[in-house]
């Protein structure tokens, strides 16, 4: 046991040992959100046409079903991480609005919409409303 374990320590003492490099994959996640993918989206397509072309969406959420958000994030094996996201807003089940951090360049970037708080007295219910008692 102890020349076991002496001949397993000595291994760590030798500069020329090492062991193989292992070999790590890149791990893809998520519908392939890219420059190309966004530019063939049109405002006015229905959603059976942008499940055509992006893939069923990661995320639908079950309050709203208006709205789709694609993910793609990738790992490299070198470590490396990438991560996108695209949300797409349907009205009446035709595409209404596209954002993210892809846009089709064809619909161009605009600004995030900055939402500004309203004070408490005007966000109280008016007397009669049917929120206005709870």
């Known amino acids: 046991?102890?020349?076991?374990?002496?001949?397993?320590a000595s291994c760590s003492y030798i500069p020329s040992f090492r062991f193989?490099?292992?070999?790590?994959?890149?791990?893809?996640?998520?519908?392939?959100?890219?420059q190309e993918v966004a530019d063939?989206?049109?405002?006015?397509?229905?959603?059976?046409?942008?499940?055509y072309v992006m893939g069923t969406p990661l995320v639908v959420d079950t309050f709203n079903q208006e709205r789709w958000d694609y993910f793609y994030s990738l790992k490299t094996g070198k470590g490396d991480y990438a991560q996108k996201k695209l949300v797409?807003?349907?009205k009446n089940d035709k595409l209404d609005s596209v954002t993210g951090d892809v846009v089709p360049a064809h619909l161009g970037s605009k600004p995030?919409?900055?939402?500004?708080?309203?004070?408490?007295?005007?966000?109280k219910n008016p007397k009669g409303s049917p929120m206005s008692s709870w």
Do not use: D
């Open 1 to 8: 046991m102890v020349v076991i374990s002496t001949l397993v």
């Open 20 to 34: 193989p490099a292992v070999y790590k994959i890149n791990v893809q996640q998520g519908n392939v959100v890219n």
């Open 40 to 51: 063939k989206l049109q405002l006015g397509m229905t959603k059976k046409q942008v499940r």
């Open 88 to 90: 797409l807003l349907f």
């Open 112 to 123: 995030p919409e900055i939402q500004v708080s309203k004070s408490k007295e005007e966000n």
